[in-house]
């Protein structure tokens, strides 16, 4: 059973920081391209950060310099530290693993992060 389960959101002003994690079990973790989207209400769901299996990385152009996204192959875990944080990151935030090889695709259930004064 794959499960995909995201920690970390929350409330915090316009400035601050988290700390995005999602702990990955059922897959061969290091095998897999993890990546966070997040949605806004009325808004479609986009790719904020994405890392491959061999750390490659890549980002939404409005979070680049302000988010890093890594991982962590012996916790089987993917993280995504954002800083400076605007109202507009406010949105519900998805883990995703995805192989090409077999094209499996695994989401997480989501973490609220609002970022309001």
């Known amino acids: 059973q794959v499960q995909l389960v995201e920690s970390g959101g929350g409330l915090v002003q316009p400035g601050g920081s988290l700390r995005l994690s999602c702990a990955a079990s059922g897959i061969t973790f290091r095998n897999y391209r993890m990546a966070w989207y997040r949605q806004a209400p009325t808004a479609q769901r986009e790719l904020v950060a994405a890392?491959?299996?061999?750390?490659?990385?890549n980002y939404l152009d409005s979070v680049k310099g302000r988010f890093t996204i890594s991982r962590d192959n012996a916790k089987n875990t993917v993280y995504l530290q954002m800083n400076s944080l605007k109202p507009e990151d406010t949105a519900v935030y998805y883990c995703?693993?995805?192989?090409?090889?077999?094209?499996?695709?695994?989401w997480g259930q989501g973490t609220q992060v609002t970022v309001s004064s």
């Open positions: 995703n693993a995805y192989w090409t090889v077999l094209r499996n695709d695994y």
């Open positions: 890392i491959t299996s061999d750390g490659n990385t």
